[in-house]
């Protein structure tokens, strides 16, 4: 069993940063997702295993940078030009196969997720 552990939300106004970790055991491709109120959860980033891969969302491209430490087991969002459409429960995600990367119904484990407000 793998467990996932978001951590780094909160609340920030528009245009500010934040940078979200996951905490995360074994040797699998690493997704951030989001959902907010009312809405259907959607992609926002992935990377592959080895950290070569990476692929964002057209909302956030630009703007967001995933990245990983292996040695530290954690998954990184960097979040910049923050805007209130943002908002949102992020949750990090772990897939075997990078194949599905986009589709949620691929990831195998997920985590509790972190509120991201972004304040206009």
């Known amino acids: 069993q793998v467990q996932l552990v978001e951590s780094g939300g909160g609340l920030v106004q528009a245009g500010g940063s934040l940078r979200l970790s996951c905490a995360a055991s074994?040797?699998?491709?690493m997704g951030w997702f989001r959902q907010a109120a009312g809405k259907e959860r959607e992609f926002v980033a992935v990377?592959?295993?080895?950290?070569?891969?990476?692929a964002y969302a057209d909302s956030v491209n630009g703007r967001f940078t995933i990245s990983r430490d292996n040695a530290k087991n954690t998954v990184y969002l960097q979040m910049n030009s923050l805007k209130p459409e943002d908002t949102a429960v992020y949750y990090c995600?772990?897939?075997?196969?990078?194949?599905?990367?986009?589709?949620?119904?691929?990831?195998?484990?997920w985590g509790q997720g972190t509120q991201v407000t972004v304040s206009s």
């Open positions: 995600a772990a897939a075997r196969y990078y194949s599905g990367r986009f589709d949620a119904d691929r990831y195998e484990y």
């Open positions: 074994g040797s699998y491709h």
């Open positions: 990377i592959s295993w080895s950290g070569g891969n990476a």
